[in-house]
């Protein structure tokens, strides 16, 4: 795996998350994130050693869900030389058919597709059914005969 970005010159399938599907996932954080904010400020009327420990756990649970969230990808690409290039706000990633071990679809008719990697999962935000990425998934499952895919085309 590495984190270069791909040439514009290799042809190959794309899928991009569709932009109001990407925008809701992140309004929804956002007002879980004003919800958290809630708590903090309604818990700063109080200052004693006790919450503390409280205000560190929410800040870690805020902390972490932002950045799991900008590490889902919202762009993937499948090139000619058998890799597979995923892109979302937080990272670029480039990974070697290879290194797919199962891809999951999505469970839900909005859901993440995810992607069992050698050291990591990689999750991508989409619509379940939708054409190009429909396109994207025979496309790996073409170039890798091998890969193994669990919930998709179920439906």
């Not at 399938?13 to 809630?38: E, H, I, M, N, S």
């Amino acid at each position: 795996m590495t984190a270069r970005p791909r040439g514009n010159g290799d042809r190959g399938l794309d899928y991009r998350t569709p932009a109001a599907l990407t925008q809701g996932f992140y309004a929804l954080l956002g007002f879980w994130t004003l919800a958290c904010l809630v708590l903090f400020v309604a818990r700063g009327a109080v200052l004693d050693w006790s919450n503390y420990g409280q205000w560190a756990m929410i800040g870690f649970v805020m902390a972490y869900t932002w950045y799991w969230s900008l590490g889902v990808f919202h762009s993937l690409h499948l090139d000619g030389q058998g890799r597979l290039h995923l892109t979302s706000p937080r990272r670029a990633l480039v990974v070697d058919l290879e290194e797919i071990g199962l891809v999951e679809g999505p469970l839900l008719p909005l859901g993440f597709v995810r992607l069992r990697l050698a050291r990591e999962k990689a999750y991508v935000l989409c619509r379940a059914g939708d054409p190009e990425l429909s396109r994207l998934l025979l496309g790996l499952r073409s170039a890798h005969p091998g890969l193994k895919f669990k919930h998709i085309g179920e439906r």
